[in-house]
């Protein structure tokens, strides 16, 4: 078994995680299984770091400024045309030993008040727990380190005021900070991109899905036109011709192309997103409700002149291969151009140099057209208020099928849910540019299939289960369903609210009561309020709610059951992916926060 090199309390040298930069910071503690030291920082952050991360502070030399602000002789001339007549020899060498030992005392100052930070091989940059670096962390310590410097500025300026030379010293140890700074952004436009952990199962895993998904859909469709809808009765497949319809696929491409033309129009707000990888930011027109209230003025329209929309549910398997036909489609696209976007605008997950997986995530990771923003266009605008308009016609076509003068309680308390839900998403439009989605994931198949076919076909089952299998429910049953659907929104916008006003002024008076553990990301941990709740209290806000969309369909088949199933599924995968990515990114602070927070999704349970 290796000596520790290191003894506890020791002042070393430690490197700051996901750069090449060095500290001063006190060892802690010693684990003899991981063979790493629990190191502490000046600001009081705590990390874990290997041994070849930390270095003796004897190893450090300062470095000296090539720059000089006057000559000797000069200097010299300077000083004797000051002195005084009257002063000795004596006198003058005892001043200039002093002035001396002032410069060299606040040399001495300003590296102890200074976190010293230098810059060694370009080749050492593996995060210190040996996995692979994130672009993200290291855009985050670059913005640290910036903070940092702007404090050394203000601590420089306050020691000048003893100096002989304030501000001709001032200015040396700007250009010195600037130098570093300059270096550190260097190094961080170096970091490969290179995807090395691979999710749902790496390259087979993601073959399987790009074939599951397809045929998940198309079996829960098939079955909720069946008269017995059981999850083993399964239904005779379709004559593969009669799946396809020319006339159908225009209609998908003509609903995307309306709605990327609503997305386009000079209405709504401008706002930037967070900062990329090269620092720049990229600008997004909020206008998702305001294309919403266009496309309901466009199906009013269609209902006022008696246009049939019945059509969409006589053909809605049509529908669904040919949105699938389409994300298929643009994946394709997406992936061939993404083979010639630069590095530093490629996905962190999706760039793994492997074909399908690299199509199924998607590499690169904001695509445009112009200032048009495929990935985020998609995101809300065709699938989701395809979602409403599908449930609309799924009303529609109850009320015929079933010959009834108004809708079924059912299929109105579906209906009204669902489009609580969207109208929220649209509401809060600007929230989404948070999200992993936008912030983290590319644009591959994953997401274009989910937005154009799993939102608006799957999300819709059940108002499509209600068109053939009607469900009588009493007004004290629905008054309890809708107490439910309430409760879980409550908890859903209450939680995101809450993290998306603490992400955007952390320090609002209104938020003064909540308490947060600081991170040495340079970001905070909320530990009260809905955060103090539970890990992630926005996917129990969507657990409830998707509970409470279903149960008006009754209990006599699972199948409108499978949207809660599936739902909480991809919560809890979500979940681990967040848990997997906040453990990287905030370390130590974040197994403080779970110790603190110890519930995942649900209180008491898990």
């Not at 369903?481 to 998306?500: D, E, M, P, V």
Request: glycine share 6%; charged share 20%; net charge positive.
């Amino acid at each position: 078994m290796p000596s520790r090199r290191f003894a506890d309390d020791e002042i070393v040298m430690g490197r700051w995680p996901g750069s090449v930069l060095y500290y001063e910071v006190q060892v802690t503690r010693y684990n003899d299984l991981t063979h790493l030291y629990t190191v502490k920082y000046k600001d009081g952050t705590e990390l874990e770091l290997k041994e070849s991360d930390i270095r003796s502070v004897s190893s450090f030399k300062p470095r000296k400024s090539n720059s000089s602000s006057s000559s000797p002789s000069r200097r010299s001339s300077s000083r004797s045309r000051s002195r005084s007549p009257g002063r000795s020899s004596k006198g003058k060498r005892r001043s200039s030993s002093q002035s001396r030992e002032s410069k060299d005392e606040k040399k001495k100052t300003v590296r102890e008040a200074n976190l010293t930070f230098l810059k060694f091989s370009e080749n050492n940059t593996r995060s210190f727990n040996g996995e692979p670096d994130s672009t993200e962390r290291n855009d985050a310590s670059f913005k640290i380190l910036q903070q940092k410097v702007e404090s050394e500025l203000e601590i420089g300026h306050v020691l000048d005021q003893y100096s002989l030379h304030p501000r001709r010293e001032k200015k040396k140890e700007e250009i010195f900070l600037e130098e570093r700074v300059f270096e550190t952004a260097k190094t961080t436009e170096k970091v490969s991109t290179q995807t090395k952990e691979l999710e749902f199962g790496g390259r087979i895993g993601a073959f399987c899905m790009i074939f599951f998904l397809p045929a998940t859909v198309f079996y829960l469709l098939l079955m909720c036109k069946q008269e017995d809808p059981s999850v083993m009765n399964f239904a005779p497949l379709p004559v593969f011709g009669s799946l396809w319809e020319t006339r159908v696929f225009g209609g998908v491409l003509l609903w995307f192309f309306v709605q990327a033309l609503f997305s386009l129009l000079p209405i709504g707000k401008v706002v930037e997103g967070l900062p990329l990888l090269n620092g720049r930011r990229l600008q997004y027109r909020i206008n998702g409700f305001y294309a919403f209230l266009l496309t309901v003025a466009a199906i009013g329209t269609s209902l006022y002149f008696e246009i049939e929309l019945h059509y969409l549910y006589d053909h809605f398997l049509q529908f669904a291969v040919s949105a699938a036909t389409f994300s298929v489609f643009l994946s394709i696209y997406l992936y061939v151009r993404s083979l010639k976007a630069p590095k530093e605008e490629l996905s962190p997950g999706g760039n793994s140099g492997n074909f399908v997986y690299d199509l199924f995530i998607g590499r690169e990771l904001n695509p445009r057209i112009g200032h048009f923003d495929l990935k985020y266009f998609c995101e809300l605008r065709p699938g989701l208020i395809g979602w409403v308009v599908i449930n609309l016609v799924m009303l529609l076509a109850e009320m015929k099928i079933q010959d009834r003068n108004v809708p079924s309680l059912s299929m109105i308390l579906v209906n009204s849910f669902q489009l609580l839900y969207v109208v929220d998403a649209l509401w809060n439009e600007e929230a989404v540019l948070t999200t992993m989605d936008i912030t983290h994931d590319g644009f591959g198949f994953m997401l274009a299939f989910g937005d154009l076919v799993w939102v608006p076909f799957v999300y819709s089952l059940q108002a499509f289960y209600l068109v053939n299998h009607p469900n009588e429910i009493s007004w004290p049953t629905a008054s309890a369903i809708i107490i439910l659907n309430t409760f879980g929104y409550y908890i859903f916008r209450g939680a995101n609210s809450q993290k998306n006003a603490f992400r955007r002024n952390p320090k609002d008076p209104k938020l003064a009561h909540l308490k947060c553990i600081p991170t040495a990301a340079g970001k905070s941990l909320l530990v009260t309020g809905w955060w103090g709740l539970v890990r992630h209290p926005n996917y129990l806000g969507d657990i409830i709610m998707a509970l409470a969309w279903s149960l008006p369909c009754g209990f006599n088949h699972i199948l409108p059951y499978f949207y809660v199933l599936y739902f909480t599924c991809l919560l809890i995968h979500r979940e681990a992916r967040d848990e997997h990515q906040c453990k990287k990114k905030y370390g130590l602070a974040w197994e403080r926060y779970c110790q603190r927070v110890p519930y995942r999704i649900f209180p008491f349970i898990y």
